[in-house]
């Protein structure tokens, strides 16, 4: 599924105004895209003319981005928390990180505001701009330079699950001072040169970014009733934050060192006269500052001994110490949410559980952190050799991510699903199912064991295609994941990889990314993977996930000619829609049929089948065909309908069996391509890859058309072409289906696509 076609009517129902961007670009593919008021016809209508493939941009009328072009993480960080604390919390869109957008709306529009450019030591570029009235960004789509899906922060979802009306409002002031904030910023750093002014420069008095954040109406009673709150043997981070909030709340006078001093004789770090001499380096002028609104942020709950009582236990049960390339590492396990774990900064866990105050009877209730209490505690588990992904193995000196099987396994019947697998999935053909099966009993008897074959499943929706990995994968829920897009199976972070046995890639649109094609390739052959997770050091780890394609795309997974790691099926349609035998089948495995599957899978007899040898199917044959290169699928179109040419055009075209100049062969090549939006390679490269078709074109006789000398070639008969064409490639096309008289309907379903 293309962007557009996946998020252009989910943004128009949220309230953008839309425009279709041209694939792997940033610019729009409609001139007088300035004046689209874009609506749900429109999306259809763009779809329809070729524009499926091509990304999504927002139109900056009534929404606006703030474009963040920087690549310094550190200020990155600050600009964002400054759009937070000033404007509101906006959903983030990263291309190239840690470069970053976010958008917001607006009631009053204005024009773009760019920064001055600065140059850093090693001559890279950063700035920041407002992309106002006139403007787009791309919302989703491939980003040009990564060749990766622009993508959103997951905790805050994509734009498509915000309301345009709901994002935070920005103002041209705010704007206005979010550019001086980045000015400022630049200014401080030693190692930037400007290189180049602005847009719209404007002049920002530093004080008055302060007064964007308003001092709290609370006075110095209430400030210290406050801070009873706090916990003053928190983060050093924290310690020095209520100090700076004190002295911005009393605008730099000693009564905000001594209220801090008070406070921090509590904490067993306290040292005199710390505070009064770091309270006299504070200086806000020209800095967004901290204020009391930020302390009160740090408020602690009071709770009961009991409370520690309760969640003490559960932490020596879920939680587990580890050791990841070098870091210290808490894994926890959420019971709760299919047996799963998550892996902490132990520094972020003690920030998350410092809200338990403890009452013990003292004057002053003590504080007690429970992170603490649990590194103390002599039952707590640790792992110091780190983590191990051993599934169905007990191992004793790492941290086993297995979360073990979801069901019992006890004999039954599984006649059910024996028939679905043959009936539905294998499309009656029993060798097919055997192969299923087997490929599945695989996985289920040596994890541990890869076998480097990926199974395919194309099918319409509502044949059954999903419920065979839902099934299979339910036999061990924490260990199966589901995505839906190529990125989630070869992108960056892949975290989600490191625990996974079956991954289930639901309608995962290859569309031939060669830029993932490796990737892809590796995942499911390697037996090692580089694990990439956020804070922690990529680290290898074994790899032992198997991958399940299920989709109702032509084009699913890009498989070579002497293609072995894919084994694709088309899935019948006898049940297609069949609620009453899907819902039976449902039945089946929830009283006691997973039981059984996971018996019969344990002891099914693998000897029977191959599985290095992938079934030759009319669907990966289809993989391909899909596959082939510009001029190897512009060859076999062309051997489809029976004549070489470009168009439906009358008299546009060579005949097969005939002889022509070589350059008009090459020039109709050159034209199909451009007209779908495709760049055809050079002249050498075609006719070295046409050469390579043995007698297919052979070199032909010189003449002189007027004051040119032109080479001619003789082009062989259609059906030795076809024969050629098959055994160059390793094919069986069954080309009595392409007769020339169907020509005529196989290129109107081509250039239809093509059209604008």
């Known amino acids: 599924m293309g962007f557009l076609q996946e998020f252009g009517h989910k943004l128009v129902d949220q309230g953008y105004e839309i425009v279709p961007i041209m694939k792997n670009k940033k610019s729009p593919m409609l001139s007088g895209w300035q004046d689209i008021r874009s609506t749900h016809d ?36 600050k600009l964002v928390m400054w759009l937070e604390e000033n404007v509101g919390t906006s959903p983030v869109r990263y291309g190239n990180f840690p470069k970053c957008i976010l958008p917001y709306r607006v009631e009053s529009r204005f024009k773009k505001i760019r920064s001055c450019e600065y140059e850093d030591a090693m001559s890279t570029t950063h700035a920041v701009e407002v992309l106002a009235d006139g403007q787009q960004f791309v919302a989703y789509g491939m980003h040009p330079t990564t060749q990766k899906p622009y993508r959103w922060n997951a905790s805050r979802g994509g ?36 290189a180049r002014k602005g847009v719209s420069p404007i002049q920002v008095d530093p004080d008055d970014i302060t007064m964007l954040k308003p001092k709290m109406d609370v006075d110095e009673e209430g400030v210290k009733e406050l801070l009873a709150s706090v916990d003053p043997d928190s983060h050093h981070d924290e310690w020095v934050k209520v100090g700076m909030a004190l002295h911005h709340h009393f605008d730099g006078a000693d009564t905000g060192w001594i209220i801090w001093d008070e406070w921090s004789s509590d904490s067993s770090k306290h040292r005199d006269g710390e505070c009064e001499r770091r309270y ?23 709770v009961s001994e009991r409370v520690v009582e309760e969640r003490l236990p559960r932490m020596l049960r879920e939680w587990a110490f580890v050791h990841v390339e070098g870091s210290a590492r808490v894994i926890r396990e959420d019971v709760g949410k299919g047996n799963s774990i998550v892996l902490y900064k132990l520094e972020d866990l003690k920030k998350e559980h410092m809200n338990c105050r403890v009452l013990s009877g003292d004057e002053k209730p ?87 074959v990926g199974l395919v499943l194309r099918g319409r929706k ?110 019948g349609i006898e049940r297609k829609q069949d609620s009453k035998y899907f819902s039976e089948l449902d039945r089946w495995y929830n009283t006691g049929g997973a039981g059984a599957l996971l018996e019969y ?57 005939s002889e022509s100049q070589k350059s008009e062969v090459y020039d109709i090549y050159c034209s199909t391509l451009k007209s779908k939006y495709e760049s055809p390679i050079k002249e050498v ?26 080479r001619f070639i003789n082009i062989a008969p259609l059906e030795s072409a076809r024969f050629i064409f098959d055994a160059s490639n390793g094919l069986k096309v069954d080309w009595a289906e392409f007769d020339e008289s169907k020509a005529e309907d196989v290129f109107d379903d081509v250039w239809e696509s093509a059209d604008g």
């Not at 200086?283 to 709950?301: F, I, L, N, W, Y």
């Not at 004999?411 to 059910?416: M, S």
Request: glycine share 6%; net charge negative.
């Open 366 to 452: 003590k504080l007690l952190n429970l992170v603490d209490m649990w590194l103390e505690h002599p039952e707590r588990r640790t792992y110091a050799a780190g983590l191990s992904f051993a599934p169905d193995m007990e191992i004793l000196d790492r941290y086993n991510l297995w979360r073990g099987w979801s069901f019992i396994q006890a004999k039954g019947d599984v006649d059910p699903w024996l028939d679905f697998i043959t009936t539905v999935v294998a499309d009656g053909n029993q060798i097919h199912a055997n192969y299923i099966i087997s490929w599945a009993a695989q996985m289920v008897q040596q994890p541990m064991q890869k076998i480097g």
């Open 280 to 302: 006299a380096t504070f200086d806000t002028k020209g800095r967004v500052p901290v204020t009391m609104a930020s302390v009160k942020q740090m408020e602690k709950a009071v």
């Open 601 to 657: 899978l344990k002891t099914f007899d693998l000897s029977t089948t191959n599985l290095r040898l992938v079934p030759q199917t009319d669907a990966l044959q289809d993989q391909k065909l899909e596959a082939l290169d510009t001029v190897d699928q512009w060859l076999f179109n062309c051997l489809m309908s029976g004549e070489l040419r470009e168009s439906r055009v009358a008299g546009n075209c060579v005949m097969f069996g």
């Open 42 to 77: 429109d999306v259809d209508a763009w779809l329809s003319n070729g524009h499926r493939d091509g990304g999504v941009g927002i139109l900056c009328r009534n929404t606006i981005a703030v474009d963040i072009d920087c690549y310094d993480k550190d200020k990155n960080k």
């Open 685 to 710: 490269g075609f006719w070295r890859k046409l050469n390579s078709y043995a007698n297919m074109f052979k070199q032909g006789k010189y003449a002189r058309i007027g004051e040119n000398r032109v």
């Open 159 to 194: 734009i498509a699950d915000h309301a345009q009306n709901s994002l935070p409002l920005m103002t041209k002031e705010k704007a206005d001072a979010f550019i001086a904030y980045f000015e400022l910023l630049a200014g401080e750093d030693t190692n930037w040169e400007l």
């Open 462 to 571: 509502g044949t059954g295609k999903t419920k065979f990995g839902e099934l299979l994968g339910g036999l061990f829920k924490a260990h199966h994941k589901i995505v839906s897009r190529a990125e989630h199976v070869t992108g960056n972070f892949n975290r989600h990889l490191e625990d996974t046995l079956l991954l289930q890639a639901d309608e995962a649109y290859w569309a031939g990314a060669k830029a993932s094609e490796g990737a892809l390739k590796d995942l499911l052959t390697n037996p090692e993977i580089t694990i990439e997770r956020k804070g922690v050091d990529a680290y290898t780890a074994p790899n032992y996930t198997r991958i399940l394609f299920t989709s109702n795309e032509e084009f699913v997974v890009p498989a070579s000619l002497d293609e072995r790691r894919f084994a694709v099926f088309d899935v």
